[in-house]
């Protein structure tokens, strides 16, 4: 979209922008190998408008979404981009987390193979890896659910009210951040900590857990981190730059 088009529509900067990056998203979620064809869903509220938020338009892998081809929703499944499509499951779990937390800007949802397949194993997540400090304090389980149902919309911001890192049992994994940035910066750390978790599963040998007393002093350290507004910055710009100069093509 042009500058002139952004002014036609009457697009705000600050939505325009975040198109910009939640597009950026999806292009690095590719490149990470973390797509499921056309499934699974990356959103933001759009700064300005607590009620409204954007998503893929249903249909598109991820290579082809852009700034433009994102669709505005609101809280109750309206579409307002014309011809605007979604998926339900999607909307239902992205909207339930808004819902439940004011403070979440960015909602992220993946079914990449280690976050599935540590989502089979009740608290499957255990501290043997320097990537699950990252992630343990903030961590929490959400049992599998009806998908596409009010009730599981209330289940999963029941859950997501007490950790911005989230093993969807038998599913997937998501968060959810006060930023962009922080949101995919805690996605690959749970990432991390998920694929080293089979690996150690794998090896018939015990792991080393990590000492009591280090976890806690990484969990206060994790805990003062994480809310600050340049938490993932510097990672994500880095992100950003790589899939760029592989050609991706998303802030139009």
């Known amino acids: 979209m042009s500058a002139a088009l952004q002014l036609a529509s009457g697009m705000s900067d ?15 979620c590719l490149d990470l190998g973390w797509t ?37 929703m609101d809280m109750d499944g309206n579409v307002v ?43 499957g997540l255990r501290p043997i890896s320097q990537d699950a400090l990252h992630v343990l304090d903030d961590l929490v389980y959400h049992d599998y659910g009806v998908p596409a149902t009010v009730e599981e919309c209330d289940a999963l911001g029941k859950s997501c009210a007490t950790g911005s890192c989230v093993v969807l049992m038998n599913h997937g994994l998501l968060t959810l951040g006060e930023t962009i940035h922080g949101a995919v910066m805690r996605l690959y750390m749970l990432e991390r900590a998920c694929e080293l978790e089979l690996i150690a ?51 139009r």
């Open 81 to 123: 981009t014309p011809g605007g499509k979604f998926n339900n499951a999607g909307f239902i779990i992205h909207s339930g987390v808004y819902k439940a937390r004011p403070d979440a800007n960015c909602v992220l949802h993946t079914h990449t193979r280690a976050g599935a397949g540590v989502s089979l194993i009740r608290n």
């Open 201 to 251: 599963r794998q090896m018939n040998v015990e792991p080393v857990f990590v000492d009591e007393y280090v976890q806690k002093k990484a969990a206060e350290r994790m805990k003062k981190m994480r809310p600050m507004p340049d938490y993932g910055l510097a990672e994500w710009k880095g992100m950003v730059r790589t899939v760029e100069r592989k050609g991706a093509d998303f802030r």
């Open 14 to 28: 600050a939505e325009w922008h975040t198109r910009c990056e939640l597009a950026a998203v999806y292009h690095v």
């Open 36 to 72: 499921d064809l056309i499934n699974t869903h990356m959103s933001a509220r759009i700064p300005g408008e607590p009620n409204h938020f954007l998503i893929n338009n249903y249909g598109e892998t991820f290579d082809e979404i852009t700034a433009s081809s994102l669709v505005k």
